[in-house]
């Protein structure tokens, strides 16, 4: 699929008197610095019809552009080999089913009706942005009054180019455009001090090591800033372990990651730095492991005890409830994951129970976890909800039970009780949880009072 912005100097403002050049941006058909950045090689297609498309009887004067990224979806030299005509008609098909002008249900019978204006159109492929820009100020000219135009916030649709199908997806609104194109390039990892002595933990003088690392750091940034077009960075902290040996004292060190397009998720961003530190050939991933724990954890993982379904007896014992119904689990998890689309949850989430309580537990992935990281049960195929006093606890894999051993701490510890297991504490989402890593993945368990009193 093609992704591309579409920049129209029809929908810019036209501002009277000294002004600067963004307050042309209405949100719509303007390529903003920060838009141009999304792209590795923005690319340019131009529009050379002699006529455009009639808008409230209107026909703009201008040149409307196509940008993209050369070579992320299509090399530069594609549209080289498509006939003119044939662009024409994709230019057509943008400015009509983008700019309203019939009804949206019957987009599909204008572009099937003329050859002549829109022939390179796949029937049935069109799909139209729910939400658009309404009442927009088309401009026809530098001179003439504008006229009203509604315009989709991003089309996707399918044509027939060089004799082969191709897909695209055409944004007219910046803010769309900014928030749901789906490639992002990592530019640039700048790291705490140098990777050769980060390996070697070769530290004495703290003041000394402060400033050799900030040094480094600072020195690193000057080519990413001076040679790059990015769209901003990222901030990746780890524990740091000198020699492999964990210790409460150990501090934690920041990377910094540039980039280009969306905000990255942070497994992404994990997977950038780890490629750029094994390419340096100074160790391999075992050594690092243990010194950069943070940077090596494949996965993370949420769980939510259902605090709130329970008896309450004499003496001030508390009897959990053993069954729970879909509906219920499916609402506390869309409440304490509001960010989570309308498919995760229903496809992610897994019950499951605790030795160390008889509470139901929901588990549900990070949605940025690599796609071998998206199941508890698949992680832990052998899991039982037994603890070290049952005979049969041996014959789970020696990986979950560690798992299950800290995932009862974890629990005991949120119910009142105390124990040597090493437990951290983490927000997401605007809650507080309870963390432990096992196996180089992160779990984390809500707190009681984190807990959503409605759902």
């Not at 399918?158 to 007219?172: D, I």
């Not at 629990?411 to 090493?422: D, R, S």
Request: net charge negative; aromatic share 12%.
């Amino acid at each position: 699929m093609i992704y591309c912005f579409i920049e129209d100097e029809s929908l810019h403002a036209r501002p009277t008197g000294a002004y600067v050049e963004s307050d042309k941006d209405v949100g719509y058909g303007y390529m903003t610095d920060t838009t141009k950045s999304y792209f590795v090689n923005a690319a340019t297609l131009n529009d050379l019809r002699s006529t455009r498309v009639t808008i409230d009887s209107a026909v703009s004067t201008f040149q409307m552009k196509l940008q993209y990224d050369a070579g992320k979806d299509v090399p530069l030299s594609y549209f080289d080999n498509i006939p003119q005509e044939e662009i024409d008609k994709l230019f057509n098909i943008i400015e009509a089913a983008s700019m309203n002008i019939v009804a949206q249900d019957s987009i599909e019978t204008l572009l099937t009706d003329s050859d002549a204006l829109f022939g390179v159109y796949v029937p049935n492929s069109i799909t139209l942005s729910p939400t658009q820009g309404v009442g927009l100020n088309f401009y026809p000219s530098t001179s003439a009054a504008a006229v009203t135009a509604n315009v989709n916030d991003w089309i996707t649709f399918e044509v027939v180019l060089g004799e082969q199908v191709q897909a695209v997806k055409c944004w007219y609104s910046r803010d769309k455009f900014l928030a749901d194109y789906p490639h992002t390039t990592f530019t640039h990892v700048s790291y705490p001090d140098d990777p050769a002595t980060l390996l070697s933990g070769d530290y004495a003088l703290p003041l000394q090591t402060l400033s050799d690392g900030s040094a480094y750091a600072f020195s690193s940034m000057n080519d990413p800033v001076a040679d790059t077009n990015n769209t901003g960075t990222v901030l990746f902290t780890s524990e740091y372990n000198p020699h492999g040996e964990p210790k409460e004292s150990n501090p934690e060190v920041t990377f910094v990651v540039f980039y280009k397009g969306p905000k990255p998720y942070t497994q992404a961003i994990r997977r950038y730095i780890r490629t750029d530190l094994l390419a340096r050939g100074l160790a391999g991933i075992e050594t690092w492991r243990p010194i950069l724990p943070d940077l090596f954890t494949e996965g993370r993982y949420f769980i939510v005890p259902v605090w709130d379904r329970y008896t309450d007896l004499p003496e001030g014992v508390v009897l959990r409830h053993a069954i729970l119904s879909h509906s219920r689990a499916r609402r506390i998890a869309t409440t304490v994951f509001p960010l989570a689309d309308n498919t995760f949850i229903p496809d992610h989430l897994e019950i499951f129970t605790s030795p160390a309580s008889q509470m139901v537990l929901l588990g549900l992935p990070d949605i940025d976890n690599d796609l071998e990281f998206m199941s508890l049960e698949d992680a832990h195929p052998t899991y039982q909800s037994i603890d070290g006093s049952n005979a049969h606890f041996a014959f789970q894999e020696v990986n979950t039970q560690d798992f299950n051993i800290s995932l009862s701490a974890a629990i005991a510890k949120l119910t009142g009780a105390t124990n040597n297991v090493i437990l951290g504490e983490d927000e997401f989402y605007g809650r507080i949880w309870t963390t432990f890593v096992s196996d180089y993945k992160e779990y984390h368990v809500l707190h009681n009072e984190e807990y959503p009193l409605d759902y």
